[in-house]
């Protein structure tokens, strides 16, 4: 079984709604840090979200701060993203991914950095239209 697996996306008006869900299976989420990320066609991978290991400190992307909220539930071992007021730019293919060497101190400025993380999901599609 894959350690990560994502589920949630789908298709939405522009306004909408849409709450992404991240699964894991073979290890713990309070000994990882966990983020979100989204790939567009033709566009490079980019970080979304991220939380610290256990549900501390929360870090956005500009595009999305304010709008989207990353959580987690450790007892379930699920991530999860709020994503609200989306926009057609929102379309993307959302991967979760897990990061464990994520010290304290360098997390901030690391978080959107996609070659630290260890695991990665499949990835969920979601596309917002017009």
């Known amino acids: 079984q894959a350690p990560l697996v994502e589920s949630g996306g789908g298709l939405v008006q522009a306004g909408g709604s849409l709450r992404l869900s991240c699964a894991a299976s073979?290890?713990?989420?309070?000994?990882?840090?966990m983020g979100w990320f989204r790939q567009a066609p033709g566009k490079e991978r980019e970080g979304v979200a991220a939380?610290?290991?256990?549900?501390?400190?929360?870090y956005y992307s500009d595009s999305v701060k304010g709008r989207f909220t990353i959580s987690q539930d450790n007892a379930k071992n699920t991530l999860y993203l709020q994503m609200n007021s989306l926009k057609p730019e929102d379309t993307a293919l959302y991967y979760c991914?897990?990061?464990?060497?994520?010290?304290?101190?360098?997390?901030?400025?690391?978080?959107?950095?996609?070659?630290?993380?260890?695991?990665w999901g499949q990835g969920t599609q979601v596309t917002v239209s017009s």
């Open positions: 073979e290890y713990k989420f309070n000994e990882y840090c």
């Open positions: 991914a897990a990061y464990y060497f994520c010290a304290g101190a360098y997390f901030p400025a690391r978080w959107a950095e996609s070659s630290r993380y260890t695991y």
């Open positions: 939380i610290y290991r256990g549900g501390g400190r929360t």
